[in-house]
Nanobody, 130 residues
């Protein structure tokens, strides 16, 4: 049974930082590209960032570029999202997702589309106060 479990969310003031983790089990983690998405109340789920299984390739939404950093540790079956310079508009539930993809890069997959992904975590709340 595949499980993705996010952690690290919380309440932070604007300008602060948080580090999210997503621990995967029940799958061969190094076969999967990973993505982070977020969903604010009343809004659609939106793409934040993706990373290839190799870690070589990453892609960020413009809204988080330069502030967020994705990384992964295939030995620990975990993907991380370091979020700096947080803004109130970053407030959302953050989800990690996994897509089986043997390519070391992100080319050839629609990594920014939620329906590309095979598995999802339950989400972790991030709230940024002004």
């Amino acid at each position: 049974q595949v499980q993705l479990v996010e952690s690290g969310g919380g309440l932070v003031q604007a300008g602060g930082s948080l580090r999210l983790s997503c621990a995967a089990s029940g799958l061969t983690f190094s076969n999967y590209a990973m993505g982070w998405f977020r969903q604010a109340p009343g809004k659609e789920r939106e793409f934040v960032v993706a990373i290839s299984w190799s870690g070589i390739a990453t892609s960020y939404a413009d809204s988080v570029k330069g502030r967020f950093t994705i990384s992964r540790d295939n030995a620990e079956n975990t993907v991380y999202l370091q979020m700096n310079a947080l803004k109130p508009e970053d407030t959302a539930v953050y989800y990690c997702a996994a897509h089986q993809n043997p390519r070391p890069y992100l080319s050839g997959i629609y990594y920014y589309r939620p329906n590309t992904y095979d598995y999802w975590g339950q989400g972790t709340q991030v709230t940024v106060s002004s």
